[in-house]
């Protein structure tokens, strides 16, 4: 393997563009990003919304409970709140602020039916254009492939922000991810100077940890990870690593799609991957008492290789996101285990071959259990790459390694499951 004198800036570089901090789910917390730029050009006066999104956003912003909003769930609620007194310069901590008194104006202004939402039908699976209307006066503000990347602002006609990207390339306005393989990922997991790795991961263990611990604490959704952790303690399920990761990574998504407003730090634009990609990883280092350096390698593993993964599917498709993450955590338990680079392949391989049919119908409650069954088959897979047993060539979409593998499922993702993507969002909205 060939290691070039600036790649390690590059994935450094690549690693603070992808883990952020954020509360709620980026979808809806995108649009009320939008709303609070567009707002911010009118001076804070609003009167009339209309929120422009592709089907992608539509699909993961309609059925999500809002932070700070008191239970409420979907895109107006969210334009509104962005609008009337979201921070744009807080970017996706952007509501965070809002309070119950807030809220008490943002249901009257919701009263008067003056949100409108539109589909956009283009090529993008990830855009917003919000128009804000006020005092005779019209602002709007794009959003195209990342959440927050602005590619143009309008007021009254006058462009006052033009910054356009490679519409068909939803990678052309980040750092070049084709530098990303599992091998040198591997390769600076084990060989990068701690202390460039620390703060970011030292964020995601507390911010990502503490939701966690709500999710088991407290009633949210179907609080899947609540009920295996019951079942633990019942005698029901075995009290072993499994079944804990799983329990304690599902809470997480449980308190988060049901509204919690603690924030967490998020991996390729998304939360639950974040949450997906650490807690398992974090559970397992506290449980086994490994000390903080090798946790941290461990999370770089985890995270670096969901982003490699996800590079290839897509910001947002049919393809569910965490299944990316829990291949990642899957090759992360064998790499913590002391495997080969070989075996941490084999673990990935093994993972994706595994649960790369699960689909995205959106943002919900019901994503907790999904990635409670990632969590699963991460351990499946990795268990099987420790004892030599690799998914083969002959295997459905296995390639020939793990990098070709990877290519394929972005290939299933990206062409295979568009009319899938079509199809979900026709049932999410029908009558």
Do not use: W
């Amino acid at each position: 393997m060939t290691i070039k004198s600036n790649e390690e800036a590059l994935f450094l570089k690549i690693m603070e563009e992808e883990i952020v901090p954020a509360e709620g789910c980026t979808e809806p917390i995108a649009i009320a990003y939008a709303a609070a730029l567009a707002t911010k050009y009118l001076n804070n006066t609003v009167e009339k919304i209309t929120v422009n999104v592709s089907g992608n956003i539509l699909k993961n912003a309609m059925s999500v409970v809002v932070p700070n909003s008191g239970g409420k769930v979907g895109i107006k609620v969210a334009a509104a709140m962005g609008a009337l007194y979201g921070n744009a310069e807080a970017d996706l901590m952007v509501i965070s602020d809002i309070t119950s008194q807030n809220m008490e104006n943002v249901n009257l202004f919701l009263d008067k039916n003056n949100v409108e939402i539109k589909v956009v039908e283009n090529a993008m699976a990830l855009y917003i254009l919000m128009e804000v209307e006020g005092n005779d006066q019209k602002a709007s503000v794009e959003i195209k492939h990342t959440h927050t990347n602005v590619t143009k602002v309008i007021k009254n006609e006058e462009v006052i922000i033009d910054q356009p990207c490679n519409d068909s390339d939803f990678n052309s306005t980040l750092t070049d991810r084709s530098i990303l393989s599992v091998e040198k990922i591997f390769h600076y997991a084990n060989t990068i100077s701690i202390e460039k790795i620390t703060p970011i991961f030292k964020k995601v263990v507390t911010y990502n940890q503490r939701i966690a611990q709500e999710g088991l604490n407290q009633k949210y959704g179907v609080n899947i990870g609540a009920a295996i952790q019951k079942n633990i303690d019942r005698g029901m399920y075995g009290d072993d690593q499994r079944n804990r990761s799983a329990s304690f990574t599902a809470a997480g998504s449980d308190a988060r799609m049901g509204g919690s407003a603690m924030p967490v730090m998020t991996t390729s634009g998304s939360g639950n991957q974040g949450m997906t990609a650490s807690l398992p990883i974090i559970k397992y280092c506290l449980d086994q008492n490994l000390p903080e350096e090798k946790m941290y390698r461990a999370l770089f593993m985890s995270h670096l290789t969901t982003v490699h993964v996800k590079t290839n599917v897509g910001r947002l498709s049919a393809y569910c996101g965490a299944m990316t993450a829990s291949a990642a955590v899957s090759g992360t338990l064998v790499f913590l285990e002391g495997g080969t680079v070989e075996a941490i392949q084999n673990a990935i391989t093994n993972t994706l071959g595994n649960v790369s049919g699960v689909i995205c119908d959106g943002a919900k409650a019901s994503c907790a259990t999904k990635i409670a069954s990632g969590i699963y088959s991460a351990f499946d897979g990795a268990m099987l790459a420790q004892m030599g047993s690799v998914l083969s060539s002959d295997d459905g979409i296995i390639g020939d390694g793990v990098e070709d593998t990877i290519q394929n499922v972005g290939t299933l993702a990206q062409e295979g499951m568009k009319s899938t993507d079509k199809t979900i969002l026709e049932i999410m909205t029908k009558e």
